[in-house]
Protein backbone atom coordinates (compact mmCIF):
# COMPACT_ATOMS: atom_id res chain seq x y z
CA UNK A 1 0.00 0.00 0.00
CA UNK A 2 1.34 3.49 -1.22
CA UNK A 3 2.24 6.00 1.82
CA UNK A 4 1.34 9.78 1.44
CA UNK A 5 2.79 12.77 3.27
CA UNK A 6 1.71 16.73 3.69
CA UNK A 7 4.08 18.69 4.36
CA UNK A 8 3.59 22.95 5.04
CA UNK A 9 6.65 24.91 4.44
CA UNK A 10 7.64 26.95 7.35
CA UNK A 11 8.97 30.83 7.59
CA UNK A 12 12.84 28.76 8.46
CA UNK A 13 12.32 26.85 5.58
CA UNK A 14 11.51 29.60 2.80
CA UNK A 15 14.08 29.31 0.04
CA UNK A 16 15.24 25.57 0.27
CA UNK A 17 15.25 23.63 -2.47
CA UNK A 18 11.96 21.11 -2.82
CA UNK A 19 14.26 17.75 -2.70
CA UNK A 20 16.65 18.86 0.20
CA UNK A 21 13.71 19.38 2.21
CA UNK A 22 11.91 16.47 1.34
CA UNK A 23 15.21 14.56 2.36
CA UNK A 24 15.70 16.10 5.69
CA UNK A 25 12.06 15.92 6.45
CA UNK A 26 11.49 11.95 5.64
CA UNK A 27 14.96 10.90 7.18
CA UNK A 28 14.03 7.62 5.98
CA UNK A 29 14.41 8.55 2.29
CA UNK A 30 17.66 9.53 0.61
CA UNK A 31 17.88 12.68 -1.62
CA UNK A 32 18.36 9.94 -4.54
CA UNK A 33 15.46 8.48 -3.88
CA UNK A 34 13.25 11.62 -2.98
CA UNK A 35 14.35 13.26 -7.07
CA UNK A 36 13.27 9.78 -8.36
CA UNK A 37 10.21 10.39 -7.16
CA UNK A 38 10.05 13.82 -7.68
CA UNK A 39 10.74 13.04 -11.43
CA UNK A 40 8.32 10.27 -11.52
CA UNK A 41 4.96 12.89 -10.86
CA UNK A 42 4.94 11.80 -7.13
CA UNK A 43 5.11 14.84 -5.17
CA UNK A 44 3.01 17.77 -5.42
CA UNK A 45 3.51 21.57 -4.55
CA UNK A 46 0.25 23.70 -3.72
CA UNK A 47 -1.70 20.67 -4.83
CA UNK A 48 0.04 20.88 -9.22
CA UNK A 49 2.50 18.25 -10.01
CA UNK A 50 6.18 19.72 -9.74
CA UNK A 51 9.17 17.57 -11.77
CA UNK A 52 11.46 20.34 -11.05
CA UNK A 53 14.02 18.73 -8.10
CA UNK A 54 15.74 21.89 -7.45
CA UNK A 55 12.56 24.30 -6.72
CA UNK A 56 13.03 26.92 -4.09
CA UNK A 57 10.08 26.89 -1.27
CA UNK A 58 8.25 29.85 -0.16
CA UNK A 59 6.77 30.33 3.28
CA UNK A 60 3.29 28.49 3.16
CA UNK A 61 4.05 26.20 0.50
CA UNK A 62 1.93 22.49 0.79
CA UNK A 63 4.10 19.43 -0.32
CA UNK A 64 2.11 16.19 -0.97
CA UNK A 65 4.16 13.02 -1.94
CA UNK A 66 3.12 9.58 -2.14
CA UNK A 67 5.85 7.03 -1.62
CA UNK A 68 4.61 4.08 -3.70
CA UNK A 69 5.05 0.61 -2.07
CA UNK A 70 8.01 -1.32 -4.08
CA UNK A 71 7.22 -3.34 -7.20
CA UNK A 72 7.74 -7.14 -6.11
CA UNK A 73 11.13 -8.32 -7.32
CA UNK A 74 11.27 -9.66 -10.86
CA UNK A 75 14.74 -10.92 -11.34
CA UNK A 76 15.89 -14.49 -11.41
CA UNK A 77 17.59 -15.67 -8.50
CA UNK A 78 20.84 -17.74 -9.77
CA UNK A 79 23.22 -20.00 -7.83
CA UNK A 80 26.44 -17.90 -8.62
CA UNK A 81 28.92 -18.17 -6.58
CA UNK A 82 30.05 -14.46 -5.26
CA UNK A 83 33.44 -13.93 -3.30
CA UNK A 84 32.26 -12.43 -0.23
CA UNK A 85 34.82 -10.15 1.76
CA UNK A 86 32.45 -9.56 4.60
CA UNK A 87 28.56 -10.22 5.60
CA UNK A 88 26.36 -9.21 8.19
CA UNK A 89 23.09 -8.43 8.71
CA UNK A 90 22.89 -4.94 6.72
CA UNK A 91 25.35 -5.21 4.32
CA UNK A 92 27.64 -7.59 2.29
CA UNK A 93 31.03 -6.94 0.54
CA UNK A 94 31.82 -8.72 -2.65
CA UNK A 95 34.82 -8.58 -5.07
CA UNK A 96 33.52 -8.32 -7.87
CA UNK A 97 35.17 -10.60 -11.10
CA UNK A 98 35.93 -8.61 -14.63
CA UNK A 99 33.52 -9.46 -17.28
CA UNK A 100 30.51 -10.01 -14.53
CA UNK A 101 27.59 -7.11 -15.13
CA UNK A 102 26.42 -6.06 -11.52
CA UNK A 103 22.23 -5.19 -12.77
CA UNK A 104 20.39 -6.53 -15.69
CA UNK A 105 19.79 -4.81 -18.70
CA UNK A 106 18.87 -5.20 -22.19
CA UNK A 107 21.02 -7.71 -23.32
CA UNK A 108 21.92 -8.72 -19.83
CA UNK A 109 18.52 -10.33 -18.44
CA UNK A 110 21.07 -13.06 -16.25
CA UNK A 111 24.60 -13.81 -14.82
CA UNK A 112 24.44 -10.44 -13.35
CA UNK A 113 25.53 -10.02 -9.51
CA UNK A 114 22.01 -9.30 -8.87
CA UNK A 115 21.15 -12.51 -9.63
CA UNK A 116 23.76 -14.09 -7.66
CA UNK A 117 22.87 -11.80 -4.76
CA UNK A 118 19.43 -12.26 -4.79
CA UNK A 119 20.09 -15.96 -4.53
CA UNK A 120 22.47 -15.49 -1.65
CA UNK A 121 20.38 -12.82 0.29
CA UNK A 122 16.75 -13.92 -0.65
CA UNK A 123 14.29 -11.62 0.86
CA UNK A 124 17.13 -9.55 2.96
CA UNK A 125 18.02 -6.89 0.13
CA UNK A 126 17.19 -3.26 -0.01
CA UNK A 127 14.43 -2.02 -2.42
CA UNK A 128 15.13 1.52 -3.17
CA UNK A 129 16.30 0.96 -6.69
CA UNK A 130 13.65 -1.07 -7.53
CA UNK A 131 13.53 -3.98 -9.76
CA UNK A 132 15.91 -4.07 -11.49
CA UNK A 133 18.71 -3.08 -9.00
CA UNK A 134 18.13 -4.65 -5.07
CA UNK A 135 20.63 -3.63 -2.85
CA UNK A 136 23.16 -1.92 -5.34
CA UNK A 137 24.09 1.02 -3.97
CA UNK A 138 27.01 2.08 -6.64
CA UNK A 139 28.62 -0.02 -9.70
CA UNK A 140 31.49 -0.57 -10.93
CA UNK A 141 31.54 -1.64 -15.08
CA UNK A 142 31.49 -4.61 -16.59
CA UNK A 143 35.27 -4.61 -17.23
CA UNK A 144 35.91 -3.52 -14.06
CA UNK A 145 37.21 -5.64 -11.48
CA UNK A 146 36.88 -5.03 -7.18
CA UNK A 147 35.04 -4.38 -4.01
CA UNK A 148 31.21 -3.79 -4.67
CA UNK A 149 28.74 -3.03 -1.28
CA UNK A 150 25.31 -4.20 -1.48
CA UNK A 151 22.82 -2.98 0.89
CA UNK A 152 20.80 -5.75 2.62
CA UNK A 153 17.77 -2.85 4.24
CA UNK A 154 16.39 0.14 3.20
CA UNK A 155 18.05 1.41 6.24
CA UNK A 156 21.73 0.36 5.17
CA UNK A 157 20.93 1.67 1.83
CA UNK A 158 20.40 5.38 3.30
CA UNK A 159 23.04 5.49 5.20
CA UNK A 160 25.34 4.12 1.97
CA UNK A 161 23.95 6.04 -0.25
CA UNK A 162 24.21 9.55 1.92
CA UNK A 163 27.65 8.68 2.38
CA UNK A 164 28.38 8.66 -1.49
CA UNK A 165 26.56 11.75 -1.96
CA UNK A 166 29.21 13.34 1.02
CA UNK A 167 31.96 11.90 -0.66
CA UNK A 168 32.67 10.40 2.76
CA UNK A 169 33.53 7.31 1.28
CA UNK A 170 36.52 5.85 0.57
CA UNK A 171 37.01 4.80 -3.09
CA UNK A 172 40.39 3.62 -3.72
CA UNK A 173 41.24 2.26 -7.38
CA UNK A 174 44.57 0.53 -9.06
CA UNK A 175 44.94 1.06 -12.99
CA UNK A 176 47.87 0.83 -15.98
CA UNK A 177 47.69 3.94 -18.48
CA UNK A 178 49.45 4.86 -21.09
CA UNK A 179 52.06 7.59 -21.28
CA UNK A 180 54.47 8.77 -18.26
CA UNK A 181 53.36 11.28 -15.98
CA UNK A 182 55.26 15.13 -15.30
CA UNK A 183 53.68 14.57 -11.83
CA UNK A 184 53.45 12.64 -9.17
CA UNK A 185 50.02 13.21 -8.34
CA UNK A 186 47.18 15.53 -9.37
CA UNK A 187 43.50 16.03 -9.56
CA UNK A 188 40.92 16.27 -12.17
CA UNK A 189 38.24 18.23 -11.11
CA UNK A 190 36.15 18.67 -14.65
CA UNK A 191 32.45 17.78 -15.41
CA UNK A 192 31.33 14.55 -17.06
CA UNK A 193 28.21 14.08 -19.55
CA UNK A 194 26.68 12.25 -21.89
CA UNK A 195 29.11 12.43 -25.05
CA UNK A 196 26.74 13.71 -27.87
CA UNK A 197 28.26 12.30 -30.81
CA UNK A 198 27.88 8.60 -29.05
CA UNK A 199 25.28 7.75 -26.92
CA UNK A 200 27.25 5.00 -25.26
CA UNK A 201 29.69 6.85 -24.20
CA UNK A 202 30.48 10.02 -21.37
CA UNK A 203 33.00 12.92 -22.35
CA UNK A 204 34.12 16.00 -20.57
CA UNK A 205 31.61 18.58 -21.22
CA UNK A 206 29.66 21.86 -19.61
CA UNK A 207 26.40 20.78 -21.42
CA UNK A 208 24.09 18.62 -19.09
CA UNK A 209 26.92 17.24 -17.19
CA UNK A 210 27.66 16.86 -13.10
CA UNK A 211 30.36 17.63 -11.69
CA UNK A 212 33.82 15.35 -11.38
CA UNK A 213 36.63 14.94 -9.56
CA UNK A 214 39.53 12.11 -9.48
CA UNK A 215 42.85 12.15 -7.70
CA UNK A 216 45.75 10.15 -8.68
CA UNK A 217 48.80 9.26 -7.57
CA UNK A 218 51.86 7.23 -9.34
CA UNK A 219 52.85 4.45 -7.91
CA UNK A 220 55.43 3.43 -10.86
CA UNK A 221 56.43 4.17 -14.03
CA UNK A 222 57.08 2.40 -17.16
CA UNK A 223 58.04 4.62 -19.74
CA UNK A 224 55.29 4.32 -21.95
CA UNK A 225 52.82 3.27 -19.11
CA UNK A 226 52.28 4.03 -15.64
CA UNK A 227 50.80 2.44 -12.22
CA UNK A 228 48.59 4.65 -10.45
CA UNK A 229 46.83 4.95 -7.66
CA UNK A 230 42.94 6.67 -8.25
CA UNK A 231 40.68 8.21 -5.61
CA UNK A 232 37.24 9.13 -6.51
CA UNK A 233 35.65 11.49 -4.87
CA UNK A 234 32.34 11.69 -7.26
CA UNK A 235 30.98 8.37 -8.88
CA UNK A 236 29.93 9.62 -11.92
CA UNK A 237 29.46 6.65 -14.99
CA UNK A 238 32.69 5.56 -16.53
CA UNK A 239 34.52 8.53 -14.64
CA UNK A 240 38.17 7.20 -14.24
CA UNK A 241 38.03 6.28 -18.07
CA UNK A 242 36.81 9.48 -19.18
CA UNK A 243 39.03 11.80 -16.64
CA UNK A 244 42.12 9.64 -17.76
CA UNK A 245 41.62 9.81 -21.40
CA UNK A 246 40.62 13.81 -21.07
CA UNK A 247 44.58 14.32 -19.60
CA UNK A 248 46.12 12.04 -22.49
CA UNK A 249 46.61 9.01 -20.25
CA UNK A 250 43.62 6.21 -21.45
CA UNK A 251 43.25 3.20 -19.69
CA UNK A 252 45.83 -0.10 -20.86
CA UNK A 253 43.12 -2.02 -22.88
CA UNK A 254 40.44 0.59 -22.90
CA UNK A 255 39.20 0.70 -26.89
CA UNK A 256 36.20 2.31 -25.94
CA UNK A 257 38.06 5.45 -24.29
CA UNK A 258 42.00 4.73 -25.86
CA UNK A 259 43.98 2.93 -28.50
CA UNK A 260 42.08 0.50 -30.24
CA UNK A 261 45.26 -1.70 -30.38
CA UNK A 262 45.23 -4.55 -28.39
CA UNK A 263 47.93 -4.46 -26.17
CA UNK A 264 50.06 -7.60 -23.73
CA UNK A 265 46.70 -9.69 -24.34
CA UNK A 266 44.45 -7.16 -22.94
CA UNK A 267 40.90 -6.68 -24.45
CA UNK A 268 39.59 -4.52 -21.82
CA UNK A 269 40.50 -1.36 -19.33
CA UNK A 270 43.07 -2.21 -16.71
CA UNK A 271 41.29 -1.07 -13.92
CA UNK A 272 40.74 -2.29 -10.15
CA UNK A 273 38.70 -1.09 -6.82
CA UNK A 274 41.33 -1.87 -4.70
CA UNK A 275 40.10 -0.30 -1.36
CA UNK A 276 36.74 0.57 0.03
CA UNK A 277 36.20 2.46 3.48
CA UNK A 278 33.05 3.59 4.93
CA UNK A 279 31.14 4.35 8.38
CA UNK A 280 29.20 1.30 9.03
CA UNK A 281 25.13 2.32 9.01
CA UNK A 282 24.46 0.78 12.26
CA UNK A 283 27.33 0.49 14.28
CA UNK A 284 29.24 3.96 13.64
CA UNK A 285 31.96 1.96 13.58
CA UNK A 286 34.46 3.08 10.79
CA UNK A 287 35.45 0.00 8.22
CA UNK A 288 38.03 -0.80 5.57
CA UNK A 289 38.28 -3.62 3.01
CA UNK A 290 41.14 -4.27 0.83
CA UNK A 291 41.69 -6.88 -2.23
CA UNK A 292 44.14 -9.14 -4.27
CA UNK A 293 44.97 -7.18 -7.82
CA UNK A 294 42.56 -9.81 -9.99
CA UNK A 295 45.34 -12.34 -11.87
CA UNK A 296 45.38 -10.13 -15.41
CA UNK A 297 46.50 -6.81 -14.24
CA UNK A 298 48.98 -8.99 -11.88
CA UNK A 299 50.45 -10.60 -15.38
CA UNK A 300 50.17 -7.40 -16.98
CA UNK A 301 51.94 -5.86 -14.51
CA UNK A 302 54.87 -8.27 -14.04
CA UNK A 303 55.68 -8.10 -17.81
CA UNK A 304 55.86 -4.09 -17.59
CA UNK A 305 58.56 -4.51 -14.51
CA UNK A 306 60.05 -7.38 -16.79
CA UNK A 307 60.17 -5.16 -19.52
CA UNK A 308 61.70 -2.53 -17.57
Do not use: W
Request: charged share 25%; net charge neutral.
Amino acid sequence: MENKFKIIIEEKMKGARLDVVLSLTLKELSRNHVQKLIEAGQVMVNHKVCNVKKMLLKAGDEIEITIPEPEELEITPENIPLEIVYEDQDLLIINKPKGMVVHPAVGNQTGTIVNAVMYHCGDSLSSINGVIRPGIVHRLDKETSGLLMIAKNDMAHNSLAKQLAEHSITRSYRAIVYNNFNNEEGTIDRPIGRDPKNRLKQTVTELHARRAVTHYKVIERFGDFTYIEVRLETGRTHQIRVHMAYIKHPLLGDKVYGPQKKVMGTETQILHAKKLGFVHPRTGEYMEFDSELPEEFTRVLNKLKEGN
